[in-house]
């Protein structure tokens, strides 16, 4: 702020300067959003929190936090990050170690819709984990076992929103299993009810052999599955280790594309998409490429919007512009991140293998509540629903099997 922003004594900035910032970053992510820099309409809500002056350099952001027909709501906050020294020099400043928070605010501006920008916001995929490899059901009664079950299920959350079935499977007694002959039970049963997009788990579970891990990609025909998870590294998991060797990974990346089939990028450390980008520089995976930030394990990145951040910044800086991207926050991560995916335009998972509850000790029946709560999350700020058929374009994946009739973490 310089001499010219100060309207008081001591050099102190009038609270309305701090507004028109406000005014301009609203203008900047219209413009990025809509095509057109709108009109400020009101604020609900302004708080002036410390004082600014002549001298103070201010850092402040906007974010989209709903998204009518014509009207976009929108959260501001300013943070002081260097302040003058004066008793150096005029000139001398520090930077802050921590930033001051120095207003805060909620308004609304309004686009024409006669100015809005052609398309709008991208389609939104919403991806339901219905079974996983770790939650069982002492956890939660609604976990989807048999071929039926998961079947249903997998009806119930592409009627809520769902677009792909991401897919492990269990044995009768609810023992993880990567059998092609199970996952054969479970994928007809998805594609009797359903045109998703299925994809299924190479992670299987800790201590599996890779061999046993792929086992659900020998599956041909009607059986065989549009998607499949790559795991780039070895890591934690809790107290056990995800072992994915570099030879074995080239080698469940080459099995992937011997099928045809586009395989989902697992990420859990920010490491991870450096292998990721040697796996392309190889040619073991091919564009359009798609990304699962997979926040919140213990022994992973932490699930936090300056984790988000970064892993998009990097993603956006050594990757193709096509590249898509997904989060899935683990336990009581799963709503958080899903809502910041959103608002940055990415896409989200959520279900039963990542998190049970629907509420602070209320559980989800089934995962279908879960893809409900995210899908009006999208909704709330301007996201469109992508339809498996739009999400089929988005990812590049082929056209589906026909639709017969009708309509925890664990490791990927």
Known sequence: MSAHDAH??????????????????????????????????????????????????????????????????????????????????????????????????????????????????????VTAAIVGAETTRDHTPYLPLTAAEIGQEARRCVDAGAAVIHLHAREPDGTPTQSAERFGEFIAAIRAHTDAIIQVSTGGAIGM??????????????????????????????????VNRRPDVAAVAERIAGRGLVPEIEIYDLGHLDAARELVRRGLVAEPLH??????????????????????????????????WGVAGVGRWEFPMAELALRRGGHVRVGLEDNIYLDKGVLAEGSAPLVDRAVRMARDVGRPIASPAEARRLLGIGSAAPARSGSGASTE
């Open 8 to 125: 008081y004594g001591g050099g102190l900035v009038d609270g309305a300067r701090v507004l028109g910032l406000f005014g301009d970053v609203a203008t900047e992510l219209l413009i990025r959003t809509d095509g057109d820099e709108g009109l400020f309409r009101a604020y609900e809500q302004v708080d002036f929190l410390a004082p600014v002056y002549a001298g103070d350099y201010l850092e402040v952001t906007a974010e989209l936090v709903a998204r009518g027909r014509t009207s976009r709501r929108m959260r501001f906050e300013a943070r002081k990050v260097i302040a003058p020294r004066a008793d150096v020099s005029d000139s001398a400043a520090d930077r802050l170690a921590e930033p001051v928070v120095v207003a805060r605010a909620v308004g609304t501006c309004v686009v024409p819709a006669a100015k809005q920008r052609l398309g709008g916001p991208p389609p939104a995929i």
């Open 209 to 242: 052999s890779i061999d046993e891990r792929c086992g659900p990609l020998t599956l041909d025909g009607d059986l065989a599955p549009d998607m499949a998870t790559l795991n780039v590294a070895t890591m934690n998991f809790g107290d056990d280790v995800f």
């Open 291 to 324: 990304f699962q930030f997979v926040l919140g394990v213990p022994g992973g990145l932490a699930a936090t919007e300056r984790a988000l951040e970064l892993l998009v910044a990097e993603l956006d800086d050594g990757f193709p512009g096509d590249t898509t």
